[in-house]
């Protein structure tokens, strides 16, 4: 007999890496044969502009999430109910509340993780008291072994189940050499300060000014932080605007397209909420060298000097390094790009993450 699971999970809108992985998680065959799976979108917030703002439409509609959630509870009797928590924060009351009620009406609950940061208000009092009760007899899956200090005040490690990210193979052309005559940076995220977008414009700033050639393909939406203007302001600013070019959303094909033609992937995040960026696999996958930082679970990612290179956060002139490293040696690109592929291959492709998951929600007692 099937379990009966109820998964209350972020799906875009908007676009972020916890709601691609719940998208992957509705859509996946493994998942919805292996299991009597039923699905309620956690989301309030339509567009990345919209996330950690009140508004009241957010506030109707939670209510509206509430009450589904009360219905579908007495209708199904789920076996498990699996929920994508935030961290911290108003959206951290917002998923406080919900597994509240989950608990009251006896559900056994699997909180799986997609961000960080219990560890940075664990000392405040109102904090400390809800995490204790948000915690009690809840199970917990983290994308990395690293992530667990985050939670460890409150939680056991037996109860306590990793599972990194996947994301399903595309059917690229895999390039061994580079075909351009001007090697080409890649920069793919949603544009926030965190993200590391400035301290790569400031690197290159850097690069340029020692005489290194190079094209720079920025992509991302736009967010209240960082929009079109402000980028563009930020690159002619520095003198780049021949060198910078920002593409703005790219998905599916076109998305590959930039993947594809990219020399490295640079992605130098200091993002608190930073666990397991989906874009480095997918970066991964197009045989790229990735240079990044060791925020959260990135280091089971990346493994400095073998897929790609670690740098400082915050840090452009260490980030200006590892780039020049990488643009003055051709054969390193191409050896730490293969890597990056098998690496890929070996740990996290989509029916790994599945096979994993199915698992996990069919041991939770």
Known sequence: ??????????????????????QYIYDSELINSECDCHYINLATALG????????????????NLLKRIHHSIKELKPDVVYIT????????????????????????????????????????????????????NLKVILLSERLYPDI?????????????????????????????????????????IEKGALVLLDA????????????????????????????????????????????????????????????MFVFPTFYNNECFPLVLLEAMQHCLPIITTNEGGIPDIVKDGENGLNCDKKNSEDLANAIEKLLKDNSLC?????????RYRD???????EKKLVHILQSVD
Not at 4 to 22: D, E, K, N, Q, S
Request: hydrophobic share 40%; with cysteine.
């Open 334 to 342: 191409r050896r730490m790009g293969q890597n990056a592929y098998q």
């Open 204 to 263: 290159l700033r850097i690069l340029k000014e020692k005489g290194f050639s190079f094209i720079c393909d920025m992509v991302g939406g736009e967010t209240a932080e960082i929009d079109a203007k402000c980028l563009n302001d930020e690159i002619r600013g520095r003198g780049l605007q021949t060198v910078v070019l920002y593409h703005g959303k790219r998905y599916g094909a076109e998305k590959d397209i930039l993947l594809k033609d990219a020399d």
């Open 85 to 136: 928590p935030n961290a911290k924060g108003a959206p951290f009351y917002k998923d406080f509340i919900v597994v509240m009620l989950l608990k009251r009406m006896g559900c056994k609950v699997v909180a799986h993780y997609h961000n960080k940061g219990v560890s940075s208000r664990q000392e405040n009092l109102l904090d400390n008291l809800l995490y204790r009760h948000f915690f009690r």
């Open 48 to 63: 990345l502009e919209d996330i950690g703002k009140f508004k009241l439409k957010k506030v109707l509609s939670f209510w």
């Open 152 to 192: 460890q005040k409150y939680v056991k490690r037996e109860n306590v189940y990793v599972c990194p990210n996947g994301i399903p193979e595309r059917s690229t052309e895999r390039k061994r050499e580079s075909q351009n005559k001007i090697p080409h940076i890649l920069f793919l995220s949603n544009l926030l």
């Open 1 to 22: 007999m099937k379990y009966t699971i109820l998964l209350i999970l972020h799906m875009p809108p908007p676009v972020h890496g916890a709601a691609m992985v719940g």
């Open 347 to 353: 740990y996290f492709t989509l029916q790994s993450f």
